[in-house]
């Protein structure tokens, strides 16, 4: 089926974001919130992506408004009586979507696909609740999305395949690079990326290193931005639903550190509030977190002595892509593409995946750190039964050309 018109539902920073990404497309597209304000900030959203494509010349004022045309805004349902895909934007809150979900079904012709933004939640369980399970679908941008390249695609159990290949065909039409993910809990790069920054966490509520030591660290290391950045970036409070979301489902490996508690407590949500790991604007280490640390530690919350090292952080993610590689979640190129396109991660310069890394590594190198972090701190660095398989059958990465990818000399 080719998409003629879609919709975005939610006009906050990823509901303005995906809608200006689709107008780029040459698509028209219904913007719609319950919400004037949230909705004029949607539009100045979508107005300053293009207002800074004019300023950098790469867009006449002209092109501006004719994409600016494109986009209808709404606090009702009027225009999606022709829509032929939906993608909702709500917050992460599943008896909303559900809600939105059972609203659209009442509005929208047979055909529309229903797509859910969510970064967590089942796609299978949103599409119970419709008319049309065989409809919908995860397509999970990122943040901000008219920058990020990657996509998620996300069946649900009921998902058909045509509704996947039409998906997949439209995510292409809009510039972005799809991959397909079987559902699970946090899907691929969010369920790879919190045990990456939990671990952070973890580190500095020991007092291994300060914040600001461990982002310069992982930024040497070769990620865009350090561990503590990103998540003030991308919001504490998410951060901590998303990781609790995953502790209840994964269990102890993904036990969130404690220092999120007190942060979410203090309503330090990151940049958008003004207060995170850090404080906005200033430079260095907050004192605040300084006095939170030490809180955690006296009332017994957090390990002390510990050590800090990039290995660290960097090992549970890889353990977690071993563990997608088990469950058939995605393909080893498919992972490592992912985690590229949707995080910017690179080693030594060049772009490279966890399991390319592993393999540069050397698998050896990457079992015995995990059983070394594991008698330091605990099962949530238990390798993965694949990894150990791979070293005791002497697949041990690039060194002796076949880990999880196969090299020539």
Not at 152 to 180: A, H, N, W, Y
Not at 211 to 223: E, K, L, S
Not at 344 to 352: A, D, F, H
């Amino acid at each position: 089926m080719y998409i003629f018109k879609a919709a975005v539902v939610g006009a906050g920073a990823m509901g303005g974001g995906i809608a200006q990404v689709i107008s780029f497309s040459g698509l028209p597209v219904v913007l719609k919130d319950i919400d004037q304000a949230a909705l004029d900030k949607g539009m100045e959203t979508i107005r300053n992506i293009y207002q800074s494509r004019v300023e950098k010349g790469k867009m006449s004022a002209g092109e501006m408004q004719s994409k600016l045309d494109l986009v209808t805004s709404t606090l009702t349902y009027d225009g999606f009586e022709d829509v032929d895909i939906v993608i909702e934007a709500v917050p992460e809150k599943m008896a909303i979507k559900k809600r939105v979900f059972a609203e659209l079904d009442e509005v929208c012709p047979e055909h529309t696909i229903f797509a859910s933004n969510t970064s967590a939640l089942s796609i299978s369980e949103m599409g119970a609740a419709t008319k049309r399970p065989g409809k919908v679908i995860g397509m999970h941008f990122f943040n901000p999305a008219h920058v990020m390249k990657l996509v998620e695609i996300i069946p649900g159990l009921d998902t058909t395949q045509e509704t996947i290949d039409d998906v997949v065909m439209f995510t292409e039409s809009l510039r972005k690079i799809p991959v397909v993910v079987q559902e699970c809990p946090g899907f691929l790069v969010n369920r790879l990326l919190m045990p990456y920054l939990n671990e952070a966490v973890y580190a500095l509520q020991e007092g291994t290193e300060t914040a600001t030591n461990i982002d310069a660290a992982m930024r040497d290391f070769g990620w865009p931005m350090g561990p503590f950045q990103l998540m003030d970036m991308l919001g504490i409070d998410i951060c901590a639903d998303v990781g609790e979301y995953l502790y209840s489902e994964y269990g102890e490996r993904m036990t969130p550190a404690y220092l999120f508690f007190k942060l979410v407590q203090a309503k330090r949500f990151g940049e958008k509030t003004g207060a995170g790991f850090y404080d906005y604007p200033g430079t260095g280490d907050s004192e605040a977190v300084i006095k939170m640390i030490k809180e955690v530690q006296a009332e017994g919350k957090a390990q002390t002595g510990t050590e800090f090292s990039w290995e660290r952080l960097i090992m549970p993610m890889i353990n977690e892509a071993v563990l997608c590689v088990t469950e058939h979640i995605a393909a080893v190129n498919d992972i490592d593409m992912a985690m590229i396109a949707g995080t910017g991660m690179t080693y030594k310069g060049e772009r490279m995946g966890p399991l390319q890394l592993a393999d540069t590594l050397g698998l050896d190198y990457v079992l015995q750190k995990l059983e070394e972090f594991t008698a330091k701190y605990g099962p949530r660095f238990r390798p993965a039964r694949l990894l150990k398989t791979k070293v005791r059958a002497g697949h041990l990465g690039k060194k002796v050309g076949k880990g999880f990818m196969e090299y020539t000399a």
